[in-house]
């Protein structure tokens, strides 16, 4: 059986914010750690049935960047329940979400 890991690496500050954060995948094409300014890693706990989130930051990550991040999370969680349940209802609301949202940071001049 194949296995595949992800490997995050968190350099903290002394209040245990994070300063770096970097990451590495048997499967990326290129080899080392790269760095990244933000993760939000979702696990589903199949028997309390509930989802368990870690969500991390550079504190250098500007908040029009956050924001944009957070709206790419739920265009890419559109994409994962078309594939995966094929719920398009689900995957078009979502995408519009996304589409408000956007417009929303155009139009306050941050996006």
Partial sequence: MKKSTI???IQLDSNNIPEKIEWDATEKPESGLSETKAISIN???HQQKNTMRIDLWAKDMPV????RFYIDCVGGLSQSVLSSTGDEFI???MNALCERLARHLQES???
């Fill in 43 to 45: 696990l589903w706990d």
């Fill in 91 to 93: 995957a078009n609301e």
């Fill in 7 to 9: 490997q995050f690496t």
């Fill in 109 to 111: 001049g941050k996006g």
């Fill in 64 to 67: 029009e960047d956050m924001k």
